[in-house]
């Protein structure tokens, strides 16, 4: 395992500490998390204290069997990015990150389509997957006449890491298709919903995500499932056959406590056939894309990089 980004450690630590000092003045997620907090982490999307900005490049549009998406289109156009966007499969959204989405479009020279999927508790398991399918579904018969590539790509961050493993798998597995998604981007993922090592050791501390917000999380997305449930590959795909998947660009932070879900990943995929990075960003908690830091500006360059690339 290579760690990456060990200069900016300090940098990273120092904000990792007045993050945690913060969130004393916030509701804590604890376990699954009540109605209140959840309203407010759905009107604040991801991570910040205002709702985000949508920008007029973003047009909303449904696809296959009603699922909502929203895509960037720029000029120049090489490719085509299915976009899941992370929260717990309870909150986030496809407008959630429209400038990042919209750089990353630009830059990349990909067409961006974010999904907009269904969220638990009032959609849990298998409503966000179902509707991840059906996306990549209709960019598989669709992408060629609608952007004038068939170079499909797909990724996303946390739970929306998950749910793209989870749409490869069932692509494969329902549909016999594989090798229209060209390259998988998957950022501090969850693929062990019966919690690795890693999850279960991390503790209370006060970060984006800690081990009772993950457990919550999974109590929303899977009611009524136990530990042995949620290790069934259709829930957790690092239990899945992983062969036939494409290439992958698996990304974590040292002080997630999602880390062994990576690293695991990651060897898997690897022995699975097909060929892996792993990035490992020292001093980084779970989604720590979604602050101003050395460390992200470094990570959306090295996303931006690997996506423009990958798949030719």
């Known amino acids: 395992m290579t760690i990456t980004d060990e200069d900016c450690l300090a940098e990273t630590l120092e904000f990792n500490a007045q993050f945690e000092a913060a969130a004393a003045s916030r509701p804590p997620r604890g376990q699954a998390p ?24 973003g047009q909303d549009r449904l696809v296959a069997d009603g699922v909502k998406v929203r895509a960037f289109v720029p000029e120049h156009v090489d490719g085509v990015y299915l976009h899941i966007h992370g929260g717990g499969w309870a909150f986030g959204s496809a407008d959630g990150q429209d400038k990042k989405l919209w750089r990353l479009a630009v830059e990349a020279r990909l067409a961006v389509m974010s999904v907009d999927y269904r969220l638990a508790p009032e959609h849990p398991f298998p409503a966000g997957p179902d509707d991840c399918e059906a996306a990549a579904r ?46 998988a981007h998957l950022a501090f993922g969850p693929y062990d919903l019966s919690m690795t090592p890693s999850q279960r050791l991390f503790g209370s501390r006060r970060l984006l995500s800690n081990s009772d917000s ?17 290790r069934d590959p259709e829930v957790s795909p690092l239990y899945a056959d992983l ?50 830091l050395t460390i992200t500006a470094r990570e959306q360059e090295r996303e931006r990089d690997f996506l423009a690339g990958a798949g030719r």
Do not use: C
Not at 39 to 51: F, K, Q
Not at 214 to 230: A, C, D, M, N
Not at 255 to 278: C, T, Y
């Open 214 to 230: 993950v457990k919550g999380s999974y109590e929303l997305f899977t009611p009524g499932l136990g530990p042995e449930e949620r």
């Open 34 to 57: 009540n109605a209140d907090v959840l309203a407010l982490l759905r009107h604040n999307r991801l991570g910040g204290d205002t709702p985000p900005v949508r920008l007029p490049q």
């Open 138 to 183: 209709w960019l598989v018969d669709h992408a060629e006449a609608e952007f004038g590539t068939g170079r499909l790509l797909i990724g996303g961050e946390s739970a929306g890491a998950h749910l793209s493993v989870l749409t490869l798998l069932r692509l494969r597995d329902r549909h016999g298709i594989t090798g229209a998604f060209r390259a």
């Open 243 to 292: 062969r036939g998947l494409p290439s992958a660009r698996i990304v974590v932070g040292t002080q997630d406590p999602l880390l062994d879900d990576s690293l695991f990943l990651a060897q898997r995929w690897q022995a699975a056939g097909a060929p892996v990075q792993l990035g490992v960003v020292a001093g980084a908690m779970h989604g720590f894309t979604l602050f101003p």
